[in-house]
């Protein structure tokens, strides 16, 4: 069974940084595109980064400059990178996986269970 565990995450004086950790679990066939997506209180799940295969990545706007997405393709890890927290980056942070589960399967989008980020002094 495919799952995707993230870890990393918790609470953070503003400023500060943390990384966050996603790894694949199972044996899946193929795996496209990886990200991370967050969502605070009230608010729509909102695009934070995302990267390709080849390494090609694509950051929101929000977060352009603070943070980095990498990826590790034999190990099935994705990572964020976030510096110079803010409050306003308080949410629940989610992993991305676009991935072939199995032979005869289609890629479907995989989401993880999230892991908390607040950022308070």
């Known amino acids: 069974q495919v799952q995707l565990v993230e870890s990393g995450g918790g609470l953070v004086q503003p400023g500060g940084s943390l990384r966050l950790s996603c790894a694949v679990s199972?044996?899946?066939?193929?795996?496209?595109?990886m990200g991370w997506f967050r969502q605070a209180p009230g608010k729509e799940r909102e695009l934070v980064a995302t990267?390709?295969?080849?390494?090609?990545?694509n950051y929101a706007d929000s977060v352009k400059g603070r943070v980095t997405i990498s990826r590790d393709n034999a190990k099935k890890l994705v990572s964020l990178y976030v510096n110079s927290l803010k409050p306003e980056d308080t949410a629940r942070y989610y992993c991305y996986a676009y991935l072939k589960a199995s032979v005869g399967s289609s890629y479907v989008s995989y989401w993880g269970q999230g892991t908390q980020v607040t950022v308070s002094t």
């Open positions: 990267i390709t295969p080849s390494n090609n990545t």
């Open positions: 199972g044996f899946p066939l193929a795996i496209n595109t």
